[in-house]
C-alpha cells in the first residue's frame, strides 16, 4: 500500500523559505514512471499545481510561481522536499503532494484522474 505524508511548519512569516517534505512508504520514489508532485489549495480556490519531481530526478514547475519554487528529492530517506521562497499570505493553503502517472504539467487546474496516491494535506498559514 503506497503512502504520502507531508511535514512542515504550520505558521510561516512573510519573505521566509517554506520547506515542506514528503515522505514516501509502500514503494520506492525511483521506481516506475511516475511524477511525484506538490498541490496546494487556498481558501475558497480550486486546487493549483506547483510542480514535480520524475521517477529519473528531472523536475518541472508550474510557471505561476516563476523560479520561487524548488523540488528535490533524497533517494536514501525515500522523500522529496518543496521549498517556495519569499512566501507571501497569498501561499496560505493546503499543500498536498501526491503520486501522477503521467506529466502532470499544467498551467491552469489539476486534473485528479492522474493521480493516484495523496497525502493527508499539510496546512500552511503566512502571517505577519
Known amino acids: 500500500q503506497v503512502q504520502l505524508q507531508e511535514s512542515g511548519p504550520g505558521l510561516m512569516k512573510p519573505s521566509q523559505t517554506l520547506s515542506l517534505t514528503c515522505s514516501i512508504s509502500?514503494?520506492?520514489?525511483?521506481?516506475?514512471?511516475?511524477?511525484w508532485s506538490w498541490i496546494r489549495q487556498s481558501p475558497g480556490k480550486g486546487l493549483e499545481w506547483i510542480g514535480a519531481?520524475?521517477?529519473?530526478?528531472?523536475?518541472t514547475y508550474s510557471p505561476s510561481l516563476g523560479s520561487r519554487a524548488a523540488i528535490s528529492r533524497d533517494t536514501s530517506k525515500n522523500h522529496f522536499t518543496l521549498q517556495l521562497s519569499s512566501v507571501t499570505p497569498e501561499d496560505t493553503a493546503v499543500y498536498y503532494c501526491?503520486?501522477?502517472?503521467?506529466?502532470?504539467?499544467?498551467?491552469?487546474?489539476?486534473?485528479?484522474?492522474?493521480?493516484?496516491?495523496w497525502g493527508q494535506g499539510t496546512q500552511v498559514t503566512v502571517s505577519s
Open positions: 501526491a503520486r501522477a502517472r503521467g506529466n502532470p504539467y499544467t498551467i491552469v487546474g489539476v486534473d485528479r484522474t492522474l493521480y493516484d496516491y
Open positions: 509502500g514503494t520506492s520514489i525511483t521506481t516506475g514512471w511516475y511524477y
Open positions: 519531481i520524475g521517477t529519473t530526478g528531472v523536475t
